[in-house]
């Protein structure tokens, strides 16, 4: 009688070691199959618009993942829409752009039906398509306003004062306020080495300055700029803006930049004359001392002194005592004559080099031993 034949013991170990495979990957429990990415850009969450002449600033940043976490892969195109308040169903693709993952821009040039008034709420969009015209949708709405943009500021002028910078233009009798922006121009390399300490930007001296005119009342034709300092150079532009409340949103409608005026903050401003000036005669020396003077830019004192005669008139012109300004508000003449009575006179000068008017003279005698 024949029996089976029983497996070789090849095959047991091929099976045993085939299902010891199939174990280990877990093929006997599969997950759910994940679907295949459709490489959809993330949805757009920053947009904004600003209005300035006739056109609409659109800034954005275009995503660099798609919805599910995934690199971007280029191209992207981003299209953006506009929508009237007249139109509330209706987002009009209005231009598309290839765009690239980060900070993204597009200006919207207005047609002519939308820079005349009456003012009307504009509401935009954008979204971004990927390489196969797929998109995640619209971004977070943005507004802006249509309507008549103000015209622009003409005729500014800068001059330096010594409280600041006297910003001047033309006024115009509408509604509406100035933006006026200041940056400093930053110096370039000395052409030969100085031994004065660079000017450090404080909250006083700031690169950049924004400043505003005639907002609570009707325009001014000017104002101050109190932070500029002397011996910058800076440049400035203006704006007119007009402000409009449109479905509870407060929007600016601004003039295209007035030309840029670029303005050194010549210092020609001299301190003030000294005041309090006292002489102390002595045996050898005439002892001079005066209030300090207050000023930031000060460089120090100047003396200067002439001979009287016996009927109090001056017999010379002034003779300058100090060769250099000095820092103190005091002096000792250590080259008076005995018997000689001299009139003193001070002045301030600034690290400019401007010169204060005299103090008030003073007269005295060196005593005789």
Known sequence: ????????????TILSFACLIAFASGCASPGPARPPSLHLPHVVTDLSATRTGNEVALRWTTPDK?????????PLTAEICRKLATQP?????????????????????????????????????VQIFNTNGHSAGLSNPAFAAGGAAPPPVEDVKITPIRDGAMVEWKPQSISS?????RNLVQATAPKKPSTRQPRQLTVATPAEVHLQAGRQTADPGGTIDPTAQR????????????????????????????????TLMRDTFPPAAPTGLAAVPGTASIDLSWEPNTEPDLAGY?????????????TAAPSRLTPTPIPAPAFSDLTATTGQTYSYRVVAIDSTGNQSPPSTDVRESRRSQ
């Open 231 to 262: 011996g910058e150079t800076y440049r400035y532009t203006a704006q007119r803006v007009r402000a409009v409340t449109l479905g509870g949103h407060a929007l600016e409608i601004r003039s295209v930049p007035s030309p840029t005026i670029t």
């Open 302 to 314: 100047i003396v200067f002194r002439q001979p009287v005669a016996s009927d109090g008139t001056l």
């Open 1 to 12: 009688m024949e029996f089976p034949s029983q497996p070789d013991q090849r095959s047991v």
């Open 89 to 125: 169903a209706t987002c009009t693709p209005v231009k598309h752009l290839p765009v690239h993952p980060g900070p993204s821009g597009a200006t919207d040039a207005l047609p002519s039906s939308l820079t005349a008034d009456p003012a009307t709420l504009l509401t935009y969009r």
């Open 66 to 74: 798609t919805t599910d976490g995934l690199n971007i892969q280029p």
């Open 177 to 181: 306020f100035i933006d006026l922006d």
